[in-house]
């Protein structure tokens, strides 16, 4: 079945540092979906990728989908506390999603 | 509407047990999940529905039993669990089955079995 990895697995970064996550497949993926999962709470979608190539941005957000389809990576410019959480990645092949093995993120105030 | 609700919050149950959890959704969905989560790691699929019908199994033992009363109800009935089942459950749903199709988790239910 589908890999699906995430590094790094933890990241501790000061308030104002940007922080990245990359998502690894093994295969070719039909598409991404990225999750922020709080500490105590449940993943909540943040935004979807299909196409080869693609870039989406959410405010300080930018997700970004590689050219082989094998890849994604989530780019946050000046971390706030806000931003603490787990981030998932999480591709649906047909009829089952698979979650990566997501990325906790550590904001330093 | 975008919630899906979970009850109860919070289980505690023996191992000689039989409980329920329960979770609504009232966005019109077709599809329902159940994923269990252990700390530190990701949510792993258990169930899905599709149009009230189980879709998938993801080869769960037989003391978890799922079932979709109708298309915004889907329960997990628990029976004779074991320690390490203790997780966080949790639900989710969406518009239909599709790779495109967004999931909607509900809050989840914290289960532990002593």
């Known amino acids: 079945g589908q890999q699906v990895m995430q590094i790094p697995q933890y990241q501790h970064v000061q308030e104002g540092e940007d922080f990245t996550t990359y998502c690894n497949s093994s295969?070719?993926?039909?598409?991404i979906q990225w999750y922020k999962q709080r500490p105590g709470g449940h993943p909540v979608f943040l935004i979807q990728?299909?196409?080869?190539?693609e870039v989406k941005k959410q405010k300080r957000l930018t997700f970004q989908f590689g050219e082989a389809k094998k890849n994604s990576s989530l780019h946050i410019t000046a971390t706030q506390t806000t931003d603490v959480g787990t981030y998932f990645c999480?591709?649906?092949?047909?009829?089952?999603?698979?979650f990566g093995t997501g990325t906790k993120l550590q904001v330093i105030p | 509407d975008t919630e899906v609700t979970q009850t109860p919050k919070h289980l505690v149950m023996g191992m000689t047990n039989k409980k329920s959890l329960k979770c609504e959704q009232h966005?019109?969905?077709?599809?329902m999940y159940w994923y269990k989560q252990k700390a530190k790691k990701p949510p792993e699929l258990m169930f899905v529905?599709?149009?009230?019908?189980?879709?998938i199994n993801e080869s769960v033992p037989s003391r978890f039993s799922p079932e979709c009363p109708n298309s915004s109800l889907l329960n997990l009935h628990l029976h004779a669990l074991q320690p390490e089942d203790s997780a966080l459950y949790l639900c989710?749903?969406?518009?239909?089955?599709?790779?495109?199709?967004?999931?909607?988790f509900g809050p989840g239910t914290r289960l532990t079995v002593l």
């Open positions: 989710a749903s969406s518009q239909d089955q599709g790779w495109t199709d967004t999931q909607y």
């Open positions: 295969t070719t993926l039909s598409n």
């Open positions: 990728l299909v196409k080869s190539g």
């Open positions: 999480n591709s649906g092949g047909y009829q089952k999603v698979t």
């Open positions: 966005m019109g969905h077709r599809a």
């Open positions: 529905y599709s149009y009230e019908k189980l879709s």
